[in-house]
Every structure is written in structure tokens, then in C-alpha cells.
């Protein structure tokens, strides 16, 4: 450890005490190094048998309750089930500091920030985002992109089928603005098909579905006309999902734009929400464009190996 580094620390410190000064005196690579020494000589005291009840007792930790064959089994499938042409990305468990609050506004504390200004990942798309604002500097083509990750949230909830750690399969749509929020429909009537060849493919195989709707939320009336014919389309092809419509102009919109996809499946006593999706304004700030366009998507998959499987 840079004993110089930690020296100067130290009288920052003293100069400027108490936990503020932590935050408005001392760099990110100043804290780093701080934290870094404090943790090295930490650890020095835990015990092996420490170790192992942190293990044992610590969800965020402890192993998924689900085979990994069998959620690797429903990866394929998932990736089977891509529209044409999308782009699959192994992403590293890593995300840059900021990658969610920044972008979707959510609460620092309810992800995992580690010492090294990163944080474990705790959301898909918002890494597919940053990955398509890279990417669109040398294309203007529609861009699919999907994954299959592990994340972490630091909310802890002990509810079937939602644990600490648990998979999350994102297929994320950019584009560009063309008028008549035709990114917007050609998004959302992707996810809906997508969504009932997955349901399709996994009832073949013996998943115990009971009915699965999507419900489209507009923020505003003036925007449900333009979806009208994507809506008759689903109707008519999509046997095994059905989609409602609402306006919901005062709703929880969290990070969404204007539009957003939910979809349910009962297990025929329960109706259990498997994936959310909407636009966001996420690449419009990442590319500085206006006219730029995302559409994301998450799907629990470890909640459907939980509750539907055989």
C-alpha cells in the first residue's frame, strides 16, 4: 500500500473531520485507496469458519436454488426464440459506478457499490444501453441486443420465486426516431411475439402455464391509436398471450418514457409478473440525440424455473 498516498489521506482527514469530509474532500481514487487499506487489514482477523457462516447465511452469497442445467437449458431456448438478426452479448458481472442510478434514477443503496468505483451488476439493460451507445456511432440500422445475466439487488426479499441474486434475460431494442412511433410499434410487436414463442416453446416441454397476458400502457390517450394495429396483429397471431390496453396516466412510470409492456402468467392460482419493458430516454442521453431511441426488456427466468417448471 502506498504509504505516501495514505499519508496525505490522513491529513485531509484531519484537517476536514467527519464522514462529509469523506465525501467532499478526498477523490474517488482517494477513497479507493482508503478503503482498500482498511479492508486489506480487515480481513486479516476473519476466521475460516466465518467465512463459511457468511456463506451459509448470507442470500447475497448463497447459491441460486436453481439447477444450473436447467437454467442454462432455458437460456438456449430463450436465444432460440430471438428475433432475426439480434446480437447476443456475454456481459461481465461488473457494471461502471452510477450505471443505474445515473440512467434510471433509482437509489444508490439499492444496489451493490463496491470500493473500485464499480458496482456489481443489478440490471441488464441499463449495460445494454451503454453497449448500444457505443455501437451506434457506426451504424444507423435497428439494433437488437440480448442477455442472459446474473444481478444482485441489496433489497433483501425472502417471497417465492424472488430471491437476492437471480437471472435476468433482457432483449433490448435502439433505433432511431422515424415519425409516427414506428421504432416504437416495431419494438413492442417484437417483445410481444417473442414473448409467445417463448410461451409456446416452453408449454411444448412441459411448463405448467396457466394464462399469460401483456398489458401496453400508454402515459397518454393520443398515443393508443398508433398501437392499434400492432395490438390486431397480436390478436390474431399470437395464441398464447393475450394483450390489453390501458391509459395510465397517474402510474408508477418509474424510468419509463410514454410506453410500457408488462407481462403476467398465472400458475392457475396466482398470477405471477415475469417481465417489464418501455422506452426510456436513456440513449437520447448517453448519444446526445434526440432522435435516438431504446426499448428495454427484463424477463425473470429464474421465476419461471421456480414456479412453472415440471
Known amino acids: 500500500m502506498n504509504e505516501s498516498a495514505l499519508n496525505k489521506i490522513s491529513k485531509k482527514i484531519e484537517a476536514h473531520p467527519g464522514i462529509e469530509s469523506l465525501v467532499s474532500k478526498l477523490s474517488f481514487s482517494e477513497l479507493q485507496t482508503l478503503l482498500l487499506y482498511v479492508y486489506e487489514k480487515k480481513v486479516q482477523s476473519i476466521k475460516p469458519s466465518e467465512v463459511l457462516f457468511q456463506y451459509r447465511n448470507d442470500s447475497y452469497v448463497f447459491p441460486s436454488v436453481i439447477p444450473?442445467?436447467?437454467?442454462?437449458?432455458?437460456?438456449?431456448?430463450?436465444?432460440?426464440?430471438?428475433?432475426?438478426?439480434?446480437?447476443?452479448?456475454?456481459?461481465?458481472?461488473a457494471a461502471p459506478l452510477g450505471s443505474c442510478s445515473v440512467l434510471a434514477g433509482f437509489s444508490q443503496s439499492r444496489v451493490l457499490s463496491t470500493i473500485r468505483k464499480n458496482e456489481v451488476a443489478a440490471d441488464p439493460t441499463n449495460f445494454l444501453a451503454l453497449e448500444a451507445a457505443l455501437r451506434r456511432k457506426n451504424t444507423k440500422d435497428i439494433m437488437r441486443l440480448a442477455t442472459s445475466q446474473r444481478v444482485l439487488r441489496s433489497e433483501r426479499v425472502q417471497e417465492k420465486g424472488t430471491f437476492?441474486?437471480?437471472?435476468?434475460?433482457?432483449?433490448?431494442?435502439?433505433?432511431?426516431?422515424?415519425?409516427?412511433?414506428?421504432?416504437?410499434?416495431?419494438?413492442?410487436?417484437?417483445?410481444?411475439?417473442?414473448?409467445?414463442?417463448v410461451i409456446e416453446r416452453l408449454k411444448g416441454?412441459?411448463?405448467?402455464?396457466?394464462?399469460?397476458?401483456?398489458?401496453?400502457?400508454?402515459?397518454?390517450?393520443?398515443?393508443?391509436?398508433?398501437?392499434?394495429?400492432v395490438i390486431e396483429s397480436a390478436t390474431n397471431n399470437c395464441k398464447n398471450v393475450t394483450v390489453q390496453a390501458e391509459v395510465n396516466e397517474d402510474g408508477n412510470w418509474a424510468y419509463y418514457k410514454d410506453i410500457r409492456l408488462k407481462l403476467f402468467i398465472s400458475d392457475g392460482t396466482q398470477e405471477w409478473f415475469i417481465a417489464?419493458?418501455?422506452?426510456?430516454?436513456?440513449?437520447?442521453?448517453?448519444?446526445?440525440?434526440?432522435?435516438?431511441?431504446?426499448?428495454?426488456?427484463?424477463?425473470?427466468t429464474e421465476r419461471i424455473l421456480s414456479v412453472f417448471r415440471r
Open 276 to 300: 417489464d419493458g418501455g422506452d426510456v430516454r436513456w440513449m437520447e442521453i448517453l448519444c446526445n440525440n434526440k432522435k435516438e431511441r431504446f426499448f428495454t426488456s427484463g424477463m425473470g
Open 205 to 229: 416441454i412441459g411448463y405448467r402455464f396457466g394464462d399469460a397476458h401483456i398489458t401496453l400502457s400508454y402515459r397518454s390517450a393520443d398515443i393508443a391509436p398508433f398501437f392499434a394495429d
Open 68 to 93: 444450473q442445467k436447467d437454467q442454462s437449458a432455458l437460456d438456449v431456448l430463450l436465444f432460440e426464440c430471438l428475433p432475426k438478426g439480434t446480437q447476443t452479448i456475454e456481459l461481465s458481472p
Open 164 to 197: 437476492s441474486h437471480f437471472k435476468l434475460f433482457s432483449l433490448c431494442i435502439a433505433g432511431k426516431d422515424s415519425g409516427s412511433r414506428s421504432f416504437e410499434r416495431l419494438a413492442v410487436d417484437e417483445l410481444i411475439h417473442f414473448y409467445n414463442s
